[in-house]
């Protein structure tokens, strides 16, 4: 087994993706479920000044996610950000790194099937009761394209992004000409208070970088390939939320946030008739889309995970670059329906997923940033987006404040491993 001081593995790859495929993942894990609802919620709370929202979230998202892609590009590895924490804090940093993710970011899961049965059920108008069969299907198609492997779920991927970018630019460019310039006054009807609210609720809509670390080892040529594929996503996902909002800004104006779902209002303002077939076809996209993404990552760091010692042995095939990691999938997949069924158990309220998922976010996020500030070589490009992206990440750890209890719980429990595995070679 495994120590606390093992060696991280050698930065070599025989991956298969290549920039189309990893420009696709990147998107997908970024440009995901607030398409559908924070252009009409950050409307409501700034105004047309939701506009300087997102271009201030679009300049802080660049150092966090120009320090994954450095980390990923020098250190290819499927454990991901863990990796990072091992070589900079040691394995039980790295192992409760390993664990915010795999058990803590996993209940985003039942938020993306609910979130998904929701909306298919309100724009095709069928009854509620069908939410939770629509949800638990959801899961499955991700899950069985990943099972294939990872080239086949990029290649997947790149279908699904081109068509969700291509189902946006229609609505955009339907709704742009349609705008009215007087929506756009007064600026900043709520104050720069306003800005602030939006700014927060527009952070989670660029979370998701980390996904392409658990994926690194997979491409051809991670030190050329992750660069371009962070900056191409950067720049796609960037213009669509801020060509979103001028959208649904110029066309609903203060009537943006009063639907539930306000893409449907916009899509049925500028296409009458059509606005649900558009909306259903973006939700389904979207919320299979992530899924997808985030499951390649889920597959390797369970794996690799596994070959650490940090999770039972019987998980660790498919651990090595071009590997399908099949078994550690299919606990993903357990863990993903477990977590819908409680969900669903306790009324369908995704408020504690989503709470769950988003502080274990953070965790990660700071640990990384942390580690990137110890291993990568002082003075640099990627240590000075490191610092920022450290000081950024501990704001949003204050934030964060009693909703780091389950981030705290999953720390406990690798701190009892180490304590066991130092306990047993005591003995």
Same mark, same amino acid.
């Given at each position: 087994?495994?120590?606390?001081? /093992?060696?991280?593995?050698?930065?070599?790859?025989?991956?298969?993706?290549?920039? /189309?495929?990893?420009?696709?993942?990147?998107?997908?894990?970024?440009?995901?479920?607030?398409?559908?609802?924070? $252009?009409?919620?950050?409307?409501?709370?700034?105004?047309?000044?939701?506009?300087?929202?997102?271009?201030?979230?679009?300049?802080?998202?660049?150092?966090?996610?120009?320090?994954?892609?450095?980390?990923?590009?020098?250190?290819?590895?499927?454990?991901? #950000?863990?990796?990072?924490?091992?070589?900079?804090?040691?394995?039980?940093?790295?192992?409760?790194?390993? =664990?915010?993710?795999?058990?803590?970011?996993?209940?985003?899961?039942?938020?993306?099937?609910?979130? %998904?049965?929701?909306?298919?059920?309100?724009?095709?108008?069928?009854?509620?009761?069908?939410?939770?069969?629509?949800?638990?299907?959801?899961?499955?198609?991700?899950?069985?394209?990943?099972?294939?492997?990872?080239?086949?779920?990029?290649?997947?991927? &790149?279908?699904?992004?081109?068509?969700?970018?291509?189902?946006?630019?229609?609505?955009?460019?339907?709704?742009?000409?349609?705008?009215?310039?007087?929506?756009?006054? $007064? &600026?900043?009807?709520?104050?720069?208070?306003?800005?602030?609210?939006? #700014?927060?609720?527009?952070?989670?809509?660029?979370?998701?970088?980390?996904?392409?670390?658990?994926?690194?080892?997979?491409?051809?040529?991670?030190?050329?390939?992750?660069?371009?594929?962070?900056?191409?996503?950067?720049?796609?996902?960037?213009?669509?939320?801020?060509?979103?909002?001028?959208?649904?800004?110029?066309?609903?104006?203060?009537?943006?946030?009063?639907?539930?779902?306000?893409?449907?209002?916009?899509?049925?303002?500028?296409?009458?008739?059509? %606005?649900?077939?558009?909306?259903?076809?973006?939700?389904?996209?979207?919320?299979?889309?992530?899924?997808?993404? =985030?499951?390649?990552?889920?597959?390797?760091?369970?794996?690799?995970? /596994?070959?650490?010692?940090?999770? $039972?042995?019987?998980?660790? $095939?498919?651990?090595?670059?071009?590997? #399908?990691?099949?078994?550690?999938?299919?606990?993903? &997949?357990?863990?993903?329906?477990?977590?819908?069924?409680?969900?669903?158990?306790?009324?369908?309220?995704?408020?504690? &997923?989503?709470?769950?998922?988003?502080?274990?976010?953070? !965790?990660?996020?700071?640990?990384?940033?942390?580690?990137?500030?110890?291993?990568?070589?002082?003075?640099?490009?990627?240590?000075?987006? !490191?610092?920022?992206?450290?000081?950024?990440?501990?704001?949003?750890? #204050?934030?964060?404040?009693?909703?780091?209890?389950?981030?705290?719980?999953?720390?406990?429990?690798?701190?009892?491993?180490?304590?066991?595995?130092?306990?047993?070679?005591?003995?």
């Amino acid at each position: 087994m495994t120590t606390d001081a /093992a060696p991280a593995r050698a930065e070599t790859t025989h991956g298969r993706l290549g920039l /189309a495929q990893g420009v696709a993942l990147y998107i997908a894990s970024v440009l995901g479920t607030g398409l559908l609802v924070l $252009p009409g919620l950050a409307a409501e709370v700034a105004g047309p000044a939701s506009l300087v929202s997102v271009a201030i979230v679009i300049l802080l998202a660049v150092p966090l996610a120009g320090t994954f892609a450095v980390l990923s590009a020098r250190y290819p590895d499927p454990c991901g #950000v863990a990796s990072y924490v091992r070589r900079a804090l040691g394995g039980t940093a790295a192992r409760a790194t390993g =664990y915010w993710f795999y058990f803590g970011v996993a209940a985003g899961f039942p938020v993306l099937a609910i979130l %998904g049965g929701e909306y298919i059920t309100a724009v095709t108008g069928a009854d509620r009761i069908a939410v939770p069969i629509i949800a638990f299907a959801i899961l499955v198609p991700p899950f069985a394209v990943n099972m294939l492997g990872l080239r086949t779920a990029g290649w997947v991927q &790149f279908v699904l992004t081109g068509l969700l970018i291509g189902i946006v630019v229609l609505v955009v460019s339907a709704a742009l000409p349609a705008s009215d310039a007087s929506r756009f006054t $007064p &600026f900043l009807p709520y104050g720069w208070g306003g800005v602030g609210t939006a #700014v927060s609720l527009f952070v989670w809509a660029f979370a998701g970088w980390e996904v392409g670390t658990h994926i690194s080892g997979e491409f051809r040529d991670p030190r050329r390939t992750i660069p371009a594929a962070t900056a191409i996503a950067l720049v796609v996902t960037g213009v669509a939320y801020l060509l979103l909002q001028v959208a649904t800004v110029g066309v609903l104006g203060d009537a943006a946030g009063d639907s539930a779902v306000p893409l449907l209002a916009l899509a049925d303002a500028v296409a009458p008739g059509t %606005g649900p077939i558009i909306v259903g076809a973006v939700a389904g996209i979207v919320i299979v889309g992530v899924a997808n993404s =985030y499951l390649a990552a889920f597959g390797k760091l369970g794996a690799s995970l /596994a070959v650490t010692g940090d999770l $039972p042995r019987w998980l660790a $095939p498919g651990a090595e670059a071009g590997g #399908v990691p099949r078994r550690a999938l299919l606990l993903t &997949f357990a863990i993903a329906l477990a977590y819908t069924a409680i969900a669903f158990a306790a009324g369908g309220d995704t408020g504690a &997923f989503i709470l769950i998922h988003t502080s274990n976010m953070v !965790a990660i996020y700071t640990a990384g940033m942390i580690a990137a500030l110890l291993i990568l070589p002082r003075g640099t490009a990627g240590w000075w987006m !490191a610092l920022v992206a450290a000081i950024l990440s501990a704001g949003l750890l #204050v934030l964060a404040g009693a909703n780091l209890l389950p981030a705290a719980l999953l720390a406990a429990a690798a701190i009892a491993v180490t304590a066991w595995r130092r306990l047993r070679r005591s003995r």
